[in-house]
């Protein structure tokens, strides 16, 4: 397998990069991770060249040898773009791209894994990348992969009102911007969660700067089932007294 | 304007019907209502004329993709104007050159934050720097477009 973390978590969430080292190893998934991988340039932020967008994920492409992992959904959304594009034009075989939360389920159905009970709330940000359009990865009006993720790692998901709306985090505009995370951290606070999960780091980001809930990746809430250190994987102390079986 | 915009990756406007479910499930709509893809739309179909919004205020969430009964794909419109006013001359905002100076200095898109990189090494993780040979080929890549 590859595994392809992007920037975001690189350079601003070490605690979810070693997070999906820990779930990696605890569940025994080899993989390599090409040194030479760019930015996938993700066509909502950059726009400006469908073809610069187009050869940097070739020359990404090049360097992936085996499914690609991603720990963004807006990492795989342009990935597998980019690839589908690839694979029509070029008429080759591409790497299949596969999302955290699809890959986390796959993982815990075949090896039968049920974690103990936590009694943690956690309100889903869905990622709209992950959903939209249609990529046959979850129900884009009903998402439920993230959701049975968290019920076998002994989390209870909870559904509220606005679940699908998107976080605003690739708007431009910073009112705009703000506007929308501050809409979409309301409907989360009041859905009784004691924490927001997210797949994708756009969402995290935006997330972390308006909401008074702690924001975290489906791969920290999946460690800490798993055993790792909550201090390593940016558990904090207040979440922890919040759950049954720390 | 409309050849144009498709080659730009615009999907068929001409089917748009002007239902407005792109609209009504807008959320960058939902927090203020100058921006509305049904009018952007209208506008190019029916009075073949290049709106008046701007399409840097669109989110990209892709629900009006989604939504739409007549696969007309809005957003693929949103991100064709970017496009076609980024060539008119029309400067997009400045965030975009920032990723993309960004990306050429060190691959990635964001620069890595001093606290992060303190984390970073006190968690074992490995090192980021990409190596000088791949650098070249992704700045080469987006000098070629144009960066």
């Known amino acids: 397998m590859t595994l392809y973390l992007g920037c975001l978590i690189r350079t601003l969430y070490p605690e979810v990069e070693k997070a999906v080292y820990e779930v990696l190893g605890r569940i025994g998934v080899v993989f390599e991770e090409p040194k030479g991988a760019s930015c996938c340039a993700p066509l909502g932020l950059f726009s400006l060249s469908k073809n610069a967008w187009l050869r940097l994920n070739e020359r990404n ?40 939360g699809k890959f986390m389920l796959e993982k815990l159905e075949e090896k039968g894994l049920r974690f103990s009970f936590k009694g943690l709330r956690c309100a889903v940000q869905h990622s709209c990348h992950l959903l939209r359009p249609a990529r046959n990865v979850d129900n884009a009006e009903n998402p439920m992969v993230v959701k049975n993720v968290l019920e076998k790692l002994g989390y209870i998901p909870v559904s509220y009102v606005s679940e699908l709306d998107c976080c605003g985090g690739l708007v431009f505009e910073e009112k705009m911007r703000n506007a929308i995370a501050r809409r979409k951290a309301e409907a989360l606070e009041k859905s009784g969660a004691d924490c927001v999960v997210t797949t994708c780091s756009h969402c995290m980001r935006q997330l972390k700067s308006v909401s008074r809930l702690p924001v975290l990746h489906l791969a920290q809430l999946s460690a800490l089932s798993m055993g790792a250190n909550p201090e390593e994987i940016g558990i904090s102390e207040i979440l922890l007294r919040r759950m049954v079986n720390p | 304007m409309i050849s144009r915009l498709k080659e730009k990756g615009a999907g068929d406007l001409l089917k748009c019907i002007q239902c407005g ?12 209502e100058y921006f509305n893809p049904r009018r952007i739309i209208g506008s190019i179909v029916r009075f073949n004329r290049l709106p008046d919004q701007d399409p840097w205020l669109c989110s990209s969430c892709s ?14 419109v949103i991100m064709a104007l970017r496009m076609i006013k980024y060539e ?11 990723l993309i100076e960004q990306i050429k200095k060190t691959g990635l898109a964001f620069p890595l934050s001093n606290e992060a990189y303190e984390k970073r090494r006190s968690l074992g993780l490995p090192e980021l720097e990409m190596d000088e040979e791949s650098l070249k080929e992704v700045k080469k890549i987006l000098s070629e477009a144009g960066f």
């Not at chain 2, 029309?90 to 965030?95: G, Q, V």
């Open chain 2, 63 to 76: 629900i009006c993709v989604e939504r739409c009964p007549q696969r007309v794909n809005p957003l693929s």
């Open chain 1, 61 to 100: 492409m090049r360097l992936f040898q085996s499914t690609v992992l991603t720990v963004c959904d807006d990492c795989f959304a342009s990935l597998s773009d980019a690839f589908k594009i690839l694979s029509e034009k070029n008429n080759v075989r591409v790497p299949e791209v596969k999302p955290f």
């Open chain 2, 21 to 32: 479910s792109c609209t009504s499930s807008c959320i960058v709509n939902a927090v203020n």
């Open chain 2, 88 to 98: 008119n001359g029309d400067a997009p905002p400045s965030r975009v050159f920032e």
